[in-house]
Nanobody, 114 residues
């Protein structure tokens, strides 16, 4: 199983980034996919999740700014992040979290400068 994130980087506040996560080794289409993040000194938190054919769920802190989507034909999940804020700075992880322990990527760093 592999989950490979890409698209992180350094961006100014107010800017945008699009994260991608390419999955392999499991039946992607039947899994709920999610993005988590972990900032220095903080616990990992759920950012967004999306089941196949379902409605997206978002953390309150990113509602209206972030959008999760998936392409089951490409085994890929995306996270479009707009109007980024310095507090969005974190390592972002792609995951198929259920059933636990789930499948996890290595993470991609997102840094938002003020």
């Amino acid at each position: 199983v592999q989950l490979v994130e890409s698209g992180g980087g350094l961006v100014q506040a107010g800017g945008s980034l699009r994260l991608s996560c390419a999955a392999s080794g499991f039946i992607f289409s039947i899994y709920t996919m999610a993005w988590y993040r972990q900032a220095p000194g903080k616990q990992r938190e759920l950012v967004a999740s999306l089941a196949s054919g379902g409605n997206p769920n978002y953390a309150d802190s990113v509602k209206g700014r972030f959008a999760i989507s998936r392409d089951n034909a490409k085994n890929t999940v995306y996270l479009q992040m707009n109007n980024l804020r310095p507090e969005d700075t974190a390592v972002y992880y792609c995951a198929a979290p259920h059933p636990a322990p789930g499948y996890w990527g290595q993470g991609t760093q997102v840094t938002v400068s003020s």
